[in-house]
């Protein structure tokens, strides 16, 4: 458990890395399929204009005056020396092309007919050439054009050819680009490649790190309220405005938060109500407990036996004090008395003045 803590990656971090590598593969891709696809265009475009180039030169010249040229002491005769000329000619005027020259082939074998190189490098008519490929000797009757760079005992080159006018298949006229022209080209398109990644990186990891903030601070504001929430803060309000769902997330919180404010309100009235209600009850019980316990000792005082005066019938409390009967049953009862006379005391009392009345016995006669 422990470990799958340590191992936990932030959701902001996760979707960082997610659009970063999201948006690093798209771009990514798309600038490896324009990249190479530049280069082929590049290399397509390179190759038909050979193939261009050296189809109209060959239209130019006519293989049949170059026939008498077989070896190096032929280098005299005025046919080599006018084709040798023109080629050159050619050459400066297209700085692209560094050599022009001319074959013929007699088997599979091939040799140099006329070569415009101006320097001690120069290959003498007849010399042989052994570089050969297939594309070359496929020049020896249509255009063709190399179809990757290759390096001879000159440089490396990227080279077209197309026969030669009458040539019967025999003769072909050869044109050499420089491969640092093509370098440079091909320099300018990785350069530019790089650069598009690059770009693309800087691209994905802003766009990344904006997307994956944003939402993570809308998140943490979501958890910081609902924190709130939990600890009772309910006033408190999310103001975001993001126009998406977020929104309404954030307003379902306000509106949640407003309704626990209006309940925990209503909650509080309630148990002020409740206490209120408690507080009268308790004194209302203090108050029935009290007169339990003041009836209580009136009944407690008036059962058992009770020390009367056997002549005067005052009784006697628990002070010591002797108390008319009337009055004690006052303080320890809710009694009241009226005073009268019984018969009997009566006859007792006024018997004499009963009987001048002509009443006796507390009666009529």
């Not at 458990?1 to 798309?30: E, P, Q, Y």
């Not at 020896?140 to 390096?151: A, G, I, K, N, T």
Request: proline residues 2%; charged residues 30%; glycine residues 6%.
């Amino acid at each position: 458990m422990n470990l799958i803590k340590r191992l936990r990656i932030r959701f902001g971090t996760k979707l960082f890395l997610s659009h970063f590598i999201a948006v690093f593969l798209v771009s990514g891709s798309v600038g490896t399929f324009f990249y190479y696809e530049a280069i082929d265009n590049m290399m397509h475009s390179l190759r038909s204009r050979l193939q261009n180039s050296a189809a109209l030169l060959s239209e130019s010249i006519d293989a049949r005056d170059l026939a008498a040229v077989r070896g190096a002491a032929d280098t005299t005769l005025d046919p080599y020396r006018t084709t040798l000329e023109r080629m050159r000619r050619m050459r400066r005027t297209n700085p692209d092309i560094a050599f022009l020259y001319i074959m013929r082939r007699e088997g599979n074998r091939v040799f140099f007919v006329v070569d415009s190189d101006e320097t001690e490098k120069q290959a003498e008519p007849g010399r042989e050439y052994t570089a050969v490929t297939s594309l070359m000797l496929a020049g020896f009757h249509e255009p063709s054009v190399d179809d990757r760079l290759y390096r001879d005992e000159w440089g490396t080159f990227l080279s077209g050819y197309a026969p030669l006018r009458n040539g019967s298949g025999r003769y072909l006229i050869g044109i050499d680009m420089r491969a640092d022209e093509v370098d440079n080209k091909l320099s300018q398109l990785r350069l530019m490649g790089v650069i598009s990644l690059l770009a693309s990186l800087l691209l994905a990891l802003l766009f990344g790190l904006s997307f994956s903030r944003g939402l993570s601070r809308r998140i943490q504001a979501l958890i910081r309220r609902c924190s709130e929430i939990a600890s009772g803060r309910l006033e408190g309000r999310i103001e975001s405005r993001t126009f998406d769902e977020f929104d309404d997330l954030a307003e379902a919180f306000n509106l949640m938060s407003g309704e626990l404010t209006v309940t925990r309100t209503r909650i509080d009235v309630a148990m002020e109500e409740l206490r209120l209600a408690r507080d009268q009850l308790e004194y209302r019980v203090q108050e029935r407990t009290r007169d339990l316990e003041k009836a209580l000792e009136r009944v407690n005082v008036l059962t058992g036996l009770l020390p009367i005066c056997s002549s005067c019938k005052k009784i006697r409390d628990d002070r010591g004090y002797w108390q008319q009967v009337e009055h004690f049953m006052q303080l320890h009862s809710d009694a009241r008395f009226t005073h009268g006379l019984c018969p009997e005391c009566t006859t007792r009392l006024y018997g004499d003045l009963l009987s001048d009345d002509g009443t006796k016995d507390g009666s009529k006669t």
